[in-house]
């Protein structure tokens, strides 16, 4: 049987099941985990996956052959693209990479801090442009050494100053230090029992300010392959960003933050620890393992609170992590782990009364995709989370739609090193095989 047709028929017994569910007991509380507390959630009266089903058929005929093409190398680094984004492939020592992605992107490095200090002044975010770079100045120096190395080869290529390279690897911090809890993002694993085939398939929001959609233009895959004996890693962001968000690595590995400023945690530290940008990169280029990995992840120091999800092929693990303490969370039903903005450990304070709306809103979309996951357990592929993470949080997902925070979104299998990408309003899913750019 085709795998299409292997779909179709694990999502038909799962709606069969589900609708015999619901015929006698009305409900899907209570299926391998603790009953979802109650939410001012209209979408959740109805049958859960009713609209995320229409979005199902639509992703049937997605054809998953990488169709990037090499546009340009420089030494032993390649450049990739679609004529959307870009994917660059680097090699060699730290400097050398740095080297390459200098060389390789300089254009588009320039075009995107322009962009940065535009969008910023006119956010209001950043008062004046001294102030951006004053902030990144101060932080540059807390970047590791493997990417301070990095830095330098890429002013020695793209002629950018190194004033430039610590704005584009420090505004985001900058813009966290002002903002706090204003994120929206999600994440959502599933492994057996829940997936079709039992493999782990990740989905992942990335929902933040409207007018990160600007930058879209810059987005750039950047794989590290370091001669050091590092893991080769690759992760997303933007032109001129070194670090990221949401990493890869060729053990099969992920890690995903999303902002956890609603754990009450009100300290801050910034200018004064390891960005967090660039310490998550350094986490999948020093783990092979999803135990290593949690090790480490468990020992952070932050600078401002996160939510972690790590996982390999196989399981996933959420780390809560406070500026002081780091909770571990485990998922609360076979096959199934996820995360929005809300930390669940009974140990953190409240989060502040100016967070109340922000806190119900990260608590819907959580239940909201613990619903869609039962909903499609047993038949729960990357088209099936693809499905899911179209769907918008006022039709019982995740997503929001129509406020422009729904910045860019992937799904990832990671026993295939198997991505697949999409920014609303720009780039449509599109897969990315990490095989092609892992050496």
Same mark, same amino acid.
């Not at 535009?118 to 004046?128: C, D, T």
């Not at 970047?143 to 704005?167: C, E, H, K, N, W």
């Not at 198997?418 to 920014?423: D, I, M, S």
């Given at each position: ?6 779909? &179709? ?10 609708? !015999? ?6 409900? !899907? ?31 049937? @005929? ?16 390649? !450049? #990739? ?33 322009? *962009?940065?200090? $535009? ?14 770079? =004053?902030?990144?100045? $101060?932080? =540059? ?33 900058? /813009?966290?230090?002002?903002? %706090? ?6 994440? /959502? ?49 933007? *032109? ?16 995903? %933050? %999303? ?18 940008? =660039? ?20 020992? !952070?120091?932050?600078? &401002? ?15 809560? *992590? ?30 502040? =009364? ?11 979309? #959580? ?42 979104? #992937? ?16 780039? @449509? ?5 990490? $095989? $092609?750019?892992?050496?």
């Amino acid at each position: 049987m085709s795998p299409k047709r292997n779909t &179709f028929a694990r999502l038909a017994a799962a709606l069969c099941a589900l609708l !015999l569910l619901v015929g006698c007991s009305g409900s !899907l509380q209570g299926i391998g985990a603790p009953p979802l507390p109650a939410s001012e959630n209209d979408a959740a009266a109805r049958l859960p996956g009713s609209y995320t089903t229409g979005l199902i058929a639509n992703l049937a @005929d997605l054809d998953p052959t990488d169709t990037f093409f090499l546009q340009q190398s420089f030494e032993q680094g390649r !450049l #990739y693209s679609n004529h959307k984004i870009r994917i660059v492939s680097l090699k060699g020592s730290w400097q050398d990479m740095g080297r390459q992605y200098g060389a390789l992107l300089g254009r588009h490095i320039k075009e995107m801090r322009a *962009a940065v200090s $535009k969008q910023l002044l006119q956010a209001g975010i950043a008062r004046s442009e001294a102030d951006l770079t =004053a902030f990144a100045a $101060k932080l =540059a120096p807390l970047y590791p050494p493997r990417f301070q190395a990095m830095l330098q080869g890429v002013r020695q290529t793209s002629g950018l100053p190194a004033s430039d390279m610590a704005v584009l690897n420090g505004f985001f911090d900058f /813009i966290l230090s002002t903002q %706090n809890a204003q994120a929206t993002c999600a994440a /959502i694993a599933a492994w057996e029992p829940v997936s079709g085939d039992g493999r782990l398939v990740l989905g992942r929001n990335f929902d933040f300010a409207p007018f990160f959609k600007n930058f879209a233009p810059q987005l750039v895959i950047t794989v590290l392959n370091p001669d050091d004996g590092s893991t080769p890693t690759a992760s997303i962001g933007y *032109a001129g960003q070194l670090g990221s968000i949401s990493t890869f690595n060729a053990a099969g590995l992920t890690l995903e %933050n %999303n902002n956890g400023a609603l754990n009450g945690d009100t300290t801050r530290h910034f200018l004064q620890r390891t960005p967090f940008l =660039a310490r998550d990169v350094e986490l999948l280029l020093d783990n092979r393992t999803l135990d290593a990995l949690g090790e480490q992840t468990a020992k !952070l120091q932050m600078a &401002f609170p996160l939510l972690y999800m790590v996982t390999d092929a196989r399981r996933a693990v959420v780390y809560e *992590a406070g500026t002081e303490r780091v909770a571990r969370r485990d998922p609360a039903e076979p096959g199934l782990l996820v995360a929005s903005n809300t930390p669940l450990d009974p140990g953190w304070p409240a989060p502040p =009364a100016a967070y109340k709306d922000i806190a119900q809103d990260s608590r819907v979309r #959580y239940d909201n995709l613990v619903r869609l996951a039962r909903a499609y357990k047993a038949a729960l592929d990357d088209r099936v989370m693809m499905a899911i993470l179209d769907t918008p949080t006022e039709e019982g997902g995740a997503t929001p739609k129509g406020n422009g925070h729904d910045t860019w979104q #992937y799904v990832a299998v990671p026993a295939d090193l198997r991505l697949w990408f999409k920014a609303p309003g720009y780039l @449509d899913w599109t897969p990315v095989d990490l $095989k $092609k750019y892992f050496r």
